[in-house]
């Protein structure tokens, strides 16, 4: 079965399902870390490096490239200090942790409240 598909710059790509990741990689490459990190509401903390954005008081979400892998994680602060840290995704690749966080933003939209700082 074939779908066809086209992008907002206008490139039409006609592929079979089995394709569709492949499709969407090449469309995500085609745009820079630091725009597609700002488009889902993260801050550029350090190009092309760290990425951050405040979901509540205590609780902020990290995309960071560090030893050679891309990782996305959640931190939480408490009163006295101490945080609690939790790793969503990690790859060698950017783009399936920025899948990773697109999903999360699209999971946290349904939620009430939704992001502050976006």
Known sequence: MQRVYEFEDGTVYEFEINECQ???????RKKDHNDLMKELGMVVG???EIYYCTLTER???FVENY?????????TYGKNGWHHTKLYKSSKDFYP???RVE??????????G?????
């Open 46 to 48: 350090i190009p092309n």
């Open 67 to 75: 030893n050679g892998r891309w990782e996305f994680y959640k931190r």
């Open 22 to 28: 492949e499709v969407l990689s090449k469309c995500y």
């Open 103 to 112: 999903s999360f933003f699209d999971w946290l939209k349904t939620k009430e």
């Open 114 to 118: 939704g992001v502050k700082n976006v």
């Open 97 to 99: 942790v920025y899948r």
């Open 59 to 61: 609780s902020y979400l």
